[in-house]
């Protein structure tokens, strides 16, 4: 049975394309009689004519991975591109950089080895990033004679 006008004109009135209009096999000799637009709405009705459903892109399993992702999960040395610090922000990397440095400082200061002037002026020296690590503040306040006795060991 040849319905491919059938099937054209229930395209327009369905309003969609050729290719999604499905017609029941079992009422094909019916559909194959219908020869005008009222015919075909009336089988539309009747349920011998109807629409496919637009086969779409499953977003279930990506919403899984988001899901672990948001958890903290997959993010082991096989999911990692680029080396440490670039998957750092900047402003992380400061953070980082500066609690150390602080952290060495007051316990320079706790212990003797700087007195609390001498403090003030390193701590805004590394808030001004004038050192980039605890080593090099080490290393600075030993060159520029600031410690009252020898500082331990890193």
Known sequence: MDVK???RIAAKVLKV????VKIDPDSLPDVALAITREDVRRHIDD?????????GISRGRAKAVAAKKKKG?????????????????????WIN?????????????DEGYID??????????????????????????????LAKKRLPEL
């Open 97 to 109: 950089k500066i609690r150390a440095q602080r952290k060495y400082l007051k316990a320079l200061r």
């Open 73 to 93: 999960q997959r993010i082991g040395p096989g999911s990692r591109k680029g080396p440490k610090y670039s998957r750092l922000s900047s402003k992380d990397r």
């Open 17 to 20: 394309g050729v290719n999604r």
């Open 47 to 55: 349920g011998d004519i109807g629409k496919r459903k637009i086969k």
């Open 5 to 7: 006008t059938q099937r």
């Open 116 to 145: 609390t002037i001498n403090y003030r002026k390193l701590y805004l020296q590394s808030k001004g990033s004038l050192f980039r690590s605890v080593r090099y503040l080490r290393n600075y306040i030993a060159e520029h004679g």
